[in-house]
Structures are given as structure tokens and as C-alpha cells.
């Protein structure tokens, strides 16, 4: 089993959809990170959390430590948003390896 | 404040060669990290390093891979007598510290013919 585990896999929605991504975690973290990935491009962090709520442009990210579970939306959806979304998470000191430990990521694609 | 750079954007490399692979991270970023993205597969970490100092390389495979962050210049991570199986996508990250937001570079997709 993964310890990060992304859903859905696939999204594809219609423009002006409000779209929601959820990740959830299997092991104690100190921070998740939200990603965002164009095919065959860089990868950009959208946010990155140790708690609560964050709030950028048309994106929200919350995340509950005691479920182990975050999600990420992102309101009034557009073409442009099309993209793979890939949850990642920081162990917490001696819990794994120092770098991130990534989900298989969620392909959303929205529709004019 | 440029980003983080990465070069080559792209690399072929016939079987055997080797391949370096560049990383330059932000100013005033001191902290490293590489990690592969194999065709249809998620982001694997490889290794973080710190200036002159590898912290961890657990997911850096035993042979063949290796990586450095000298006091002056970009991390490099060398590929010796590169295999298909190398073919994949290599990010770097760089962050001022621990626990702080890390940003990546634009990748080098490396193809093993």
C-alpha cells in the first residue's frame, strides 16, 4: 500500500466546475505539499501545509492532521487548469527518507 | 531571482555513455534535492544534498548513480554507463532549509538509446 494515496485518478470535468482532488496518508508527517504538473513540463508547488487552510487565486488547500487527509479545490475550473495534480508529503525526522514521499498523482483535464 | 535551473532541458544518450545532469538552485538556497519520474510512474526520491555534504541518498540506486553539491558550482548527479531503464524524467529541488517550501526546476528528460 502507498503512503500517499491520491483520488480520483482521472477527473474530467466541464469548465466552471468546482473541482475537488483528495490525498490521504498513511504516516506521520511534518508538512504536505500540493503540485502541479503540465505534460511534459516543470513542476510548479501550489501550496504547502502543516495545517488548516490555504487560499490562492481560484485554488484552496485544507488539510485535517488527525484524519491524515487533505484536499485540494479549485473553483470556477478552466481549460487552462487541465493539468496533473500530485500530492507529496515530508516525513516527520526519522520516519523515511529527507525528501518527498509522492502520490501517483491526479490527471484532471477540464473541458471548454 | 531566477528559479531553479536545470540543463540540459534534454539529453540522449547511447547506452554505456555516461550523462550529467546539472542543477542550479535559487539564491540563497542551500539545500538540494533530486528525484526521478519514470515514464507512466509517480516522483521517486534520490538524494538530498547539502553544500559539500550528501544527507541522504537512500533512494539512490547502489551503482552507477552518483551525486554532488560542491562548494561553488551546481549539483551535479552523473549517470555512468546509462541503461534504457535510466530513460526518465530528473528533477531537482532547492529550499533555504529544512521543513521550508521547495521549489523545482523544469526538469532534464534523459532518453537512453
Known amino acids: 500500500k502507498n503512503e500517499v494515496e491520491q483520488s480520483p485518478q482521472n477527473l474530467t470535468a466541464q469548465e466552471g466546475e468546482f473541482i475537488t482532488i483528495n490525498c490521504s496518508y498513511s504516516?506521520?508527517?511534518?508538512?504536505l505539499h500540493w503540485l502541479q504538473q503540465h505534460p511534459g513540463g516543470g513542476i510548479v508547488s501550489l501550496f504547502m501545509?502543516?495545517?488548516g487552510k490555504k487560499k490562492h487565486g481560484r485554488l484552496i488547500a485544507t488539510i485535517n492532521i488527525q484524519e491524515k487527509h487533505s484536499s485540494l479545490h479549485i473553483t470556477a475550473s478552466h481549460p487552462r487548469d487541465s493539468a496533473v495534480y500530485i500530492c507529496?508529503?515530508?516525513?516527520?525526522?526519522?520516519?523515511?527518507?529527507?525528501?518527498?514521499?509522492f502520490g501517483k498523482g491526479t490527471h484532471l483535464i477540464i473541458q471548454p | 531571482n531566477a528559479g531553479v535551473m536545470q540543463n540540459p532541458r534534454h539529453l540522449v544518450r547511447r547506452r554505456g555513455q555516461e550523462a550529467r545532469l546539472r542543477c542550479s538552485p535559487m539564491?540563497?538556497?542551500?539545500?538540494v534535492y533530486w528525484y526521478r519520474q519514470l515514464p507512466e510512474e509517480g516522483l521517486k526520491f534520490m538524494v538530498y544534498?547539502?553544500?559539500?555534504?550528501?544527507?541522504?541518498e537512500s533512494g539512490m540506486p547502489k551503482e552507477r548513480f552518483s551525486a554532488e553539491f560542491p562548494k561553488e558550482g551546481p549539483s551535479i548527479l552523473r549517470i555512468q554507463q546509462v541503461v534504457r531503464g535510466d530513460s526518465a524524467a530528473y528533477f531537482c529541488?532547492?529550499?533555504?532549509?529544512?521543513?521550508?517550501?521547495?521549489?523545482f526546476g523544469q526538469g532534464t528528460r534523459l532518453t537512453v538509446v
Open positions: 501545509l502543516s495545517s
Open positions: 544534498l547539502q553544500k559539500e555534504n550528501i544527507i541522504d
Open positions: 529541488a532547492s529550499s533555504p532549509g529544512t521543513d521550508r517550501e521547495a521549489f
Open positions: 539564491k540563497g538556497h542551500s539545500h
Open positions: 504516516v506521520g508527517i511534518s508538512a
Open positions: 507529496a508529503v515530508r516525513l516527520l525526522p526519522g520516519g523515511g527518507a529527507d525528501g518527498l514521499t
